[in-house]
């Protein structure tokens, strides 16, 4: 089996710093995976980062970016990442990948307005300016991926005395909630099977 390299928070950095560098624009982005785990300190390292925008502008400067500072794009998608619904996926030379996305995240969970307000502002480069989503809201971002790596975020997310009202309540706010919310209780119940981790929500 191969094992995928994990970067820790000063190489990640390095490359988000560098795209910074080509920006047109003043430039906003939402991290909803690793590297916001790894900024709130509940993780040493992530193979990838997650990246959310919120505006057209905001995606077009930043994925020109990333061109214009030699990042690799990558047009040969696997399955899972069709599922997630990434617009696109750069990597670096040293092998730091990042994946896109706009607004939505498998093609089911919205950055929305309350998303946006709790996350804080972390990271401030030249024409870049990186929120970290809330635990909450990354938790839920998580719980819809089939990714077995996310499930073992999701426990230790769950560490950090979630309010499990603001996941309800996003959750149930969110458009077509109907269509994945049995997705999000069969995750609760993975994460109570695989970590005995107790979610009140099931």
């Known amino acids: 089996m191969i094992?995928?390299?994990?970067?820790?928070?000063?190489?990640?950095?390095?490359?988000?710093?560098?795209?910074?560098?080509?920006?047109e624009s003043e430039t906003k982005v939402y991290l909803i995976g690793g590297l916001g785990m790894v900024l709130h300190g509940l993780k040493a390292s992530t193979k990838d980062v997650d990246l959310v925008f919120d505006t057209k502008p905001d995606l077009k400067y930043f994925i020109?970016?990333?061109i214009s500072a030699g990042m690799d794009d990558i047009a040969q998608k696997t399955v899972e990442y069709i599922q997630l619904g990434t617009q696109k996926i750069f990597e670096s030379q040293n092998g730091v990948r990042l994946d896109i996305f706009y607004r939505r995240v498998c093609n089911g969970l919205?950055?929305?307005k309350d998303m946006k307000n709790r996350a804080h502002k972390s990271i401030t480069f030249p024409n870049l300016t990186v929120y970290a989503m809330s635990n909450e809201d990354i938790f839920l971002?998580?719980?819809i991926t089939l990714r077995d790596d996310d499930l073992a975020d999701m426990a230790a997310l769950a560490t950090t005395e979630l309010d499990w009202n603001i996941i309800e309540i996003e959750a149930r706010k969110q458009p077509r909630s109907k269509e994945w919310l049995p997705r999000l209780r069969e995750r609760l119940m993975d994460l109570y099977d695989d970590?005995?981790?107790t979610s009140p929500l099931i």
């Open 64 to 66: 020109s970016a990333c």
């Open 3 to 23: 094992e995928i390299r994990k970067f820790k928070q000063n190489e990640l950095m390095d490359v988000l710093e560098e795209i910074s560098k080509h920006l």
């Open 195 to 197: 970590y005995d981790v």
């Open 110 to 112: 919205t950055l929305s």
């Open 141 to 143: 971002f998580k719980s």
